[in-house]
């Protein structure tokens, strides 16, 4: 029998084909539809980006007027919703609660989703806006205050800074975190914009897809390693400390999160843009703390990894955990506000994936044992 090979985890396969993003690890650089992801952060809003990733092409003014208008507009939540988040269980994690505010508010919505390639998917835009809303209030209620009225006036991120706060941001705080989202908008066939477009190809609704994407997130090999990092530098203390620190753990073969990436092969561009707000944060608030730890700790890991001629760069992870920080953002908040930017880029894929729609199915190699006969359980 002819030996059968196959891809763990399905590393290298092309699973399909995609015009949306394109990584090109070798030279880190992030195109979106084209555009270079530095282009984008510096002269776009997320609002413009989502346009962009959804119907393929930049808006021009009267464009964009009516989408973000219908963008703002549904920020809102239903009151049953809000009730929700409210009675959801304390000890529960945000991104669990993320997951079934998705599968509850689409019953909450007056027209319905076609199961078919010509689905109606932008008009469930709104949950793009609603995600943004719920992680805010659902941190609102953990420190004792009520639900929060969005405003209409404001970015999508400095919307979400406000709804967090409970007061206006400083508009170059706004600025950024609307900047971070768009950053972390889109990134190719990663695990969970995978997950969506798989039940996609099932002709389940937009809003199933988008709750299983946000199920994948959760996962630990996944979401959540700028939380990692800012346990790091938590247990790190100090500058002084961080040489140290990274030198025991990597003699104890322990990974030094933030540092490396799967696809890039050089600096990661998204890395470069956050370490940039977080000089300019550090400075505004003349507190360096995080940021000296965190290029002590990537001179020192670098150091070591040249020694054995690998050179290994920051990811983006590495910088925004200390960005959000300073912002005033809880840790327990990193991977709903990846959720919060990915949103647009996983509507992007479902779209894309029912306009040309086959369904996932691939095969599994067997390992299992051989034919054999039941035995009655009086014989076992």
Not at 100 to 114: A, G, K, L, T, W
Not at 194 to 211: K, L
């Amino acid at each position: 029998m002819a030996e059968v090979s196959y891809a763990k985890g399905l590393e290298g396969v092309i699973a399909a084909e995609s015009r949306i993003c394109k990584v090109d690890g070798e030279n880190g650089q992030l195109y979106y539809l084209g555009y270079p992801i530095t282009e984008l952060v510096a002269s776009c809003t997320f609002e413009e980006v989502t346009y962009l990733l959804l119907y393929g092409e930049l808006p021009n003014r009267d464009q964009l007027a009516v989408f973000s208008a219908k963008m703002r507009n549904s920020r809102d939540l239903p009151e049953p919703v809000v009730a929700m988040v409210r009675d959801f269980p304390a000890s529960a994690h945000p991104m669990e609660l993320l997951q079934s505010v998705i599968s509850y508010v689409s019953s909450y919505v007056e027209h319905r989703i076609h199961h078919g390639p010509h689905c109606n998917c932008r008009d469930t835009l709104h949950q793009i806006s609603e995600i943004a809303t719920v992680v805010a209030t659902y941190q609102r209620v953990r420190d004792g205050h009520d639900y929060l009225v969005p405003r209409r006036d404001l970015s999508h991120g400095a919307n979400f800074l406000y709804l967090l706060r409970g007061e206006d941001p400083d508009a170059d705080e706004g600025e950024m975190m609307d900047k971070a989202l768009i950053l972390h908008a889109e990134h190719g066939f990663n695990a969970s914009t995978f997950t969506a477009r798989v039940v996609a190809s099932t002709m389940s609704t937009c809003y199933c897809s988008m709750s299983a994407a946000i199920g994948a997130l959760f996962g630990s090999l996944h979401g959540g390693a700028n939380e990692k990092v800012m346990d790091m530098v938590d247990a790190i203390a100090t500058r002084d400390n961080a040489k140290e620190w990274v030198n025991r753990a990597l003699d104890r073969k322990d990974k030094i999160m933030g540092m490396g990436h799967r696809v890039y092969r050089a600096k990661d561009p998204r890395a470069i843009v956050m370490e940039e707000y977080l000089q300019q944060l550090s400075e505004k608030k003349q507190d360096f703390t995080y940021y000296e730890i965190l290029k002590e700790v990537e001179h020192a890991f670098r150091e070591r990894m040249e020694e054995k001629g690998k050179p290994i760069y920051p990811n983006v992870d590495f910088f925004s955990g200390a960005v959000y920080r300073l912002l005033g953002i809880p840790t327990i908040l990193f991977t709903p506000i990846f959720a919060i930017s990915r949103a647009s880029g996983w509507l992007s894929h479902i779209l894309e994936q029912r306009s040309d729609n086959r369904l996932f199915r691939p095969k599994a190699l067997y390992t299992g044992s051989g034919p054999r006969s039941v035995v009655p359980i009086a014989e076992r």
